[in-house]
């Protein structure tokens, strides 16, 4: 069971390219990125991060290449993992070519800070040889000297012509497997940049609030930033920059999108804050709930409600539902309906295994 959206979203038509075997832009789902934070030389570490951030839902991991020792462990990274893997490289132009060789699925770039043309080439021509696609990442943080001088600071108009600049310098080359992204931690820079770049080109853009800071603050700023955006039919790709887990940024991802009504992926469970009328400890039951419903992929919705002010209206827009009654009066709802109830003593057992039979059946299906 699901509710209509009130209001549909419509994405802009973007041009589709891919990262190894993910689609990214024109109808393709909007993926959610993540990146890891271990030495990428201790290709163990890399490996397992990379493999808890694909079981938490990523679609593609970016893995940074500073150095030699970095590009040159992808290959055996790549060869263990299922996810397709962007290589981060920064100003040496050997690392990217390097990273396109050893089976990097994608280069993230960014092209004015490369140097030569020459040097540009080199990378573009690594990059068709190796069937690899390229992002043109714009930061505020990072822009060149001519642009700073002539904005005197960070702003759209400087990210915008910084992206623009970068784009001819491929297409000059006729290369067009890219995608772009032009970042801030400024929620209001971020997305003024975005909608004027998204008005004049037809890339795909990959979507994010540059350091957006710990769990919380980032969270908020990445869900209002490119969240504004998504629903402005703007973005092809996410990635949700935090002080945090790696595995808290593609959660956060998939929250965003799910609140948007446009993709769905795990058990998304609608609760109460609780007061004074619960008839169960609402929060402690969600927080546990949330742990250990983690494991279900298949889109569920699930309604945990400490009593009958809003629960049987809540569950019968959900597929599973329990609204709080007396001690041992507590309601499941299934498919919208009351079905039976529960005590108190067996709120988890029941509802864990209610949602694991759903999983089962949709498995089926």
């Avoid at 040889?129 to 990072?142: E, H």
């Amino acid at each position: 069971m699901s509710v209509r959206p009130f209001r549909e979203i419509k994405r802009k038509k973007t041009k589709k390219i891919k990262v190894g075997n993910v689609e990214v832009g024109g109808d393709a789902p909007i993926s959610v990125q993540s990146m890891t934070n271990t030495l990428t030389t201790d290709i163990n570490a890399t490996i397992k991060q990379i493999e808890e951030l694909t079981e938490a839902g990523a679609d593609i991991v970016r893995v940074s290449c500073p150095d030699q020792d970095s590009s040159l462990s992808l290959k055996k990274i790549i060869k263990e993992v299922s996810v397709p893997i962007v290589a981060d490289i920064h100003f040496h132009y050997k690392r990217a070519v390097e990273a396109a060789k050893s089976g990097a699925h994608c280069l993230r770039i960014n092209p004015g800070n490369i140097g030569s043309k020459e040097r540009i080439k080199e990378i573009l021509k690594a990059a068709k040889d190796n069937n690899c696609s390229i992002r043109v990442g714009i930061n505020a943080g990072s822009l060149n000297k001519n642009l700073l001088e002539k904005y005197k600071e960070p702003c759209p108009e400087a990210l915008v012509e910084c992206a623009m600049n970068n784009i001819k310098l491929l297409e000059d080359e006729n290369f067009f497997n890219f995608k772009i992204s032009v970042k801030s931690s400024d929620v209001f820079l971020t997305t003024k940049a975005y909608r004027s770049l998204s008005n004049i080109c037809n890339y795909p853009l990959h979507l994010g609030i540059t350091e957006a800071g710990s769990i919380t603050s980032g969270s908020v700023k990445s869900s209002i930033g490119i969240g504004m955006l998504l629903m402005e039919g703007i973005g092809d790709t996410i990635r949700v920059s935090l002080s945090a887990n790696p595995v808290e940024e593609v959660k956060i991802g998939y929250e965003i999108l799910k609140s948007l009504n446009l993709r769905h992926r795990g058990v998304n469970i609608i609760s109460c804050p609780s007061c004074a009328r619960q008839g169960f400890p609402v929060i402690d039951t969600v927080k546990i709930l949330e742990e250990k419903l983690s494991h279900i992929k298949e889109p569920i919705t699930l309604s945990i409600i400490g009593c009958v002010v809003n629960g049987p209206g809540e569950a019968a827009l959900t597929q599973i539902g329990l609204t709080g009654g007396g001690k041992d009066d507590h309601m499941i709802h299934l498919s919208g309906l009351p079905h039976h109830k529960v005590a108190s003593n067996k709120i988890i057992e029941e509802v864990v295994s209610l949602v694991e039979n759903k999983s089962r059946e949709l498995q089926k299906n």
